[in-house]
């Protein structure tokens, strides 16, 4: 019995999806990431959002199954780390002009999405300063999961897993 395939798409999907992570960025429930910046300020966030639009919070994400992660970017503080978030979650950014430069540095090293190519397709170049955006536990004395060299992550308290 041979029957026919029907194809049924949601017309405003994006417009949705967009209004979606909209929301998500204001409500407070849910949240299974926290990064902190220097000034030891807390961003709360979601790992699947941040893993669809940076490769480096992917990767890290990945190799840690754990749930409620602490990240702790020591070259970033909390102001820094909202406007990438709201970059993320609205799809854009309102950003003073003194601040873009730095903006754009910290969002190259993130990897994030629509960031590292220009419309013909070419990469941004990284830039010439290094910054350290390598996640370090955060100052009590939570285990620490080393993934390489580079990183290093904060597991939540109550965590017995430990990786040297």
Request: glycine share 2%; net charge negative; with cysteine.
């Amino acid at each position: 019995m041979d029957s026919e395939k029907y194809c049924l798409k949601w017309n405003d999907f994006e417009r949705n999806v967009s209004q979606s992570f909209t929301q998500l960025r204001k409500q407070t429930k849910l949240f299974d990431v926290t990064l902190v910046g220097n000034d030891h300020q807390q961003v709360f966030a979601y790992k699947l959002v941040l893993s669809a639009c940076s490769d480096v919070f992917r990767e890290i994400f990945y190799n840690n199954n754990n749930s409620n992660l602490v990240l702790y970017l020591e070259s970033v503080d909390s102001r820094e780390i909202n406007l990438i978030l709201d970059y993320i979650y609205v799809g854009e950014v309102q950003i003073y002009q003194e601040y873009l430069d730095r903006f754009l540095e910290v969002a190259v090293k993130l990897r994030l999405n629509g960031i590292l190519a220009n419309q013909e397709g070419e990469t941004f170049e990284e830039p010439d300063q290094e910054v350290d955006l390598k996640p370090k536990a955060f100052e009590n004395n939570r285990p620490i999961v080393k993934n390489s060299p580079e990183t290093k992550i904060a597991l939540p308290p109550n965590t017995a897993q430990s990786i040297d």
